[in-house]
């Protein structure tokens, strides 16, 4: 079993910045890929960000593109993003997942952490 650790959410004006972190903790942590996805209310769970385990490779969405940085630390088993410029629109719980397949959509997702709550006020 894993189990991912969401922190670093708040309350923050817009054009401020937060940045999240990730734990993850059990098994031998060696995932395909983990990103950073978002649910506001009434609206379904999206991806902002996704980065393969190994080499790094991301991907983000349009709607964070220049604001949102998606990295990680595999010597600490932990994922990060660092969010700048943020918008009233960003105000969501942000999740966690990691993928243990082959692909990183966010059906492939294997295991959510429980997510962190971002508010940012206009």
């Known amino acids: 079993q894993v189990q991912l650790v969401e922190s670093g959410g708040g309350l923050v004006q817009a054009g401020g910045s937060l940045k999240l972190s990730c734990a993850a903790s059990?098994?031998?942590?060696?995932?395909?890929?983990m990103g950073w996805f978002r649910q506001a209310p009434g609206k379904e769970r999206e991806s902002v960000a996704r980065?393969?385990?190994?080499?790094?490779?991301?991907v983000y969405a349009d709607s964070v593109k220049g604001r949102f940085t998606i990295s990680r630390d595999n010597t600490k088993n932990t994922m990060y993003l660092e969010m700048n410029s943020l918008k009233p629109e960003d105000t969501a719980v942000y999740y966690c997942?990691?993928?243990?397949?082959?692909?990183?959509?966010?059906?492939?997702?294997?295991?959510w952490g429980k997510g962190t709550l971002v508010t940012v006020s206009s």
């Open positions: 059990g098994r031998t942590f060696s995932p395909y890929a």
């Open positions: 997942g990691a993928s243990f397949g082959s692909t990183w959509s966010i059906s492939d997702m294997d295991y």
């Open positions: 980065i393969t385990w190994r080499f790094a490779n991301k």
